[in-house]
């Protein structure tokens, strides 16, 4: 079965951090695009942060640049996303996903998990 799958959800205070965990399975990672998505209710699905395969280009949404960062361990078939400085907006579905194309548009990814929430709140 070809699946990715998160973890790393929960609630953080204002200004905290949180780290969310990817793992894919039935399908290798080594040659994908791999990003983060975010939905908050009543809003459209948004990019939040891709990285190439090779790990030499970065794109962020201006909103989480400096504060969120995206890895990936091709050993390990995994991703991560490091949030830090988190703020009340931010707050939302979060959803991995792997494409061949490096790419911010949601319908390009073939992959996707299936969400995990993040609540920022005091």
């Known amino acids: 079965q070809l699946q990715l799958v998160e973890s790393g959800g929960g609630v953080v205070q204002p200004g905290g951090s949180l780290r969310l965990s990817c793992a894919a399975s039935?399908?290798?990672?080594?040659?994908?695009?791999i990003a983060w998505f975010r939905q908050a209710p009543g809003k459209e699905r948004e990019f939040v942060i891709a990285?190439?395969?090779?790990?030499?280009?970065?794109d962020y949404a201006d909103s989480v640049k400096g504060r969120f960062t995206i890895s990936r361990d091709n050993a390990k078939n995994t991703m991560s996303l490091q949030m830090n400085s988190l703020k009340p907006e931010d707050t939302a579905v979060y959803y991995c996903a792997a494409a061949i194309k490096f790419t911010r548009v949601p319908g390009a990814y073939e992959y996707w998990g299936q969400g995990t929430q993040v609540t920022v709140s005091s």
């Open positions: 990285i190439t395969w090779n790990g030499a280009i970065t």
């Open positions: 039935g399908f290798t990672l080594d040659y994908a695009a």
